[in-house]
């Protein structure tokens, strides 16, 4: 079981920046990969970012590439998603989540959210 706190989420004006965290329960944290999600209003969740298990490998939505950053420091059981020249379409709730495989479609584990809102 893997229980996921996000951080960091607030009111930035448009080219600003924020970096979220997200705080992982468990000893076992360095054995999951992990990736961002966002929902923005309106639309349906979509992938934003993950990074493997030993932060080796990371992968990007095309929408946010050049300008968001996924990090993990499994000492800290905690990953981050830097979060640089914002844009008010990046304003959504932004999830972290967990699961065994890099490759996961489907998530096992989810936090509950924090908001992120980008204003022009």
């Known amino acids: 079981q893997v229980q996921l706190v996000e951080s960091g989420g607030g009111l930035v004006q448009a080219g600003g920046s924020l970096r979220l965290s997200c705080a992982a329960s468990?000893?076992?944290?360095?054995?999951?990969?992990m990736g961002w999600f966002r929902q923005g209003p309106g639309k349906e969740r979509a992938f934003v970012a993950r990074i493997s298990s030993s932060g080796f490998s990371t992968a990007y939505a095309d929408s946010v590439k050049g300008r968001f950053t996924i990090s993990r420091d499994n000492a800290k059981n905690t990953v981050y998603l830097q979060m640089n020249s914002l844009k008010p379409e990046d304003t959504a709730v932004y999830y972290c989540a967990a699961d065994a495989s890099y490759w996961a479609r489907q998530y096992t584990y989810w936090g509950q959210g924090t908001q992120v809102t980008v204003s022009s």
């Open positions: 468990g000893r076992t944290f360095s054995s999951y990969s």
